[in-house]
């Protein structure tokens, strides 16, 4: 489990690193909304594949409250 976590880690920062290359010089804005946003919907995509559809499931391997699941499932626009 913990290489999976260094290999995301990895992704997130190297795609920081592009993106900051990218901004050539110019000031980032939101970057914490942005990652979150890139993040969490296909996190929240495979765990609901993984449990097959199941909210309860999924919400428990997140370790979040199934009303949470929902929500975010809503703002992502995510339907099963």
């Known amino acids: 489990m913990k290489q999976q976590t260094s290999e995301i880690a990895d992704c997130v920062r190297k795609s920081l690193d592009r ?3 990218d901004l ?3 000031r980032p804005r ?3 909304d942005m990652v979150i946003k890139n993040v969490e ?3 929240l995509e495979a765990v609901l594949i993984q449990a ?3 909210q309860t499931i999924a919400a428990q ?3 979040i409250n ?3 699941l929902r929500k975010k499932m809503a703002q992502h626009k995510i339907k099963l």
């Open 41 to 43: 919907k296909p996190l």
């Open 30 to 32: 939101a970057i914490y």
């Open 61 to 63: 391997m997140l370790g």
């Open 66 to 68: 199934r009303n949470t």
């Open 52 to 54: 097959e559809g199941n």
């Open 19 to 21: 993106y900051f290359t």
């Open 24 to 26: 050539d010089g110019a």
